[in-house]
């Protein structure tokens, strides 16, 4: 079966550009999670999505992040503007969605962001 | 607040040596527990996981886990280790929050084996 997918793979921008970030979860997957990751560091997670609705994100900075699920299949999270420190890898991961989060959680490869 | 560490980010063996990598969790209530590995150029992928039951867990490739409930600590071991086994290790922690469930992750451990 194919895995999650994500696009693009590496992004480079100059700080105050937008910038988008997709995802595709795995087929049947009703949870999907967008997480960051910093150099040295596990994942955070930004947000996470039980079909189309955003049941957390309270980690979101949504003075400049934003991310929609439209269909309830592929996401998109964008950043506008972006600052330096925004500079990390974008992780998508989706799951069944058993509840209570005991269902294994199957990520992308990322997206490589850079702000230059 | 909530937290999961990993007590060493960088470890070196041999192949054949054991292997142990340590997880604390800060939270007093009912969590579930996960190990994820990371190869070189590969996606994060799921080694074990503990739910309820046996608190010793086995996963892919030879890993296990132990739940020590009193100690809040869910340890990673293999008897042998490869040198297929260099990767980053993660441990994640699932437990009641906003919108039913938080998965918090550790700052990971990276192994290297050597040949």
């Known amino acids: 079966e194919a895995g999650v997918v994500q696009s693009p793979r590496y992004k480079i921008i100059e700080k105050k550009q937008p910038v988008a970030f997709w995802c595709n979860p795995i087929s049947g997957h009703n949870t999907l999670y967008w997480y960051l990751q910093n150099l040295g560091q596990g994942p955070e997670l930004l947000i996470r999505y039980e079909n189309e609705e955003a049941v957390d994100d309270s980690q979101l900075p949504k003075d400049r992040f934003s991310a929609e699920r439209l269909k309830g299949v592929d996401s998109t999270l964008k950043i506008q503007p972006a600052e330096l420190g925004d500079s990390a890898v974008y992780l998508c991961?989706?799951?069944?969605?058993?509840?209570?989060?005991?269902?294994?959680?199957?990520f992308g490869p990322g997206t490589r962001l850079t702000v230059l | 607040a909530q937290s999961v560490s990993q007590h060493n980010h960088h470890v070196i063996l041999s192949e054949a040596a054991s292997l142990e990598l340590g997880c604390n969790y800060s939270?007093?209530?009912?969590?579930?527990l996960f190990w994820y590995v990371q190869y070189p150029g590969q996606h994060l992928q799921l080694l074990l996981k503990y739910f309820s039951g046996d608190p010793l867990v086995k996963g892919i490739k030879g890993f296990e886990a132990e739940f020590i409930k009193s100690k809040f600590s869910f340890n990673l071991r293999k008897p042998s280790v490869q040198w297929s086994d260099t990767a980053e290790y993660f441990c994640?922690?699932?437990?009641?929050?906003?919108?039913?469930?938080?998965?918090?992750f550790g700052a990971g451990t990276r192994l290297f084996v050597k040949a």
């Open positions: 991961a989706s799951s069944l969605g058993i509840a209570g989060g005991e269902d294994e959680q199957f």
């Open positions: 939270y007093g209530g009912t969590v579930n």
């Open positions: 994640a922690v699932i437990l009641p929050n906003t919108g039913g469930f938080k998965t918090i």
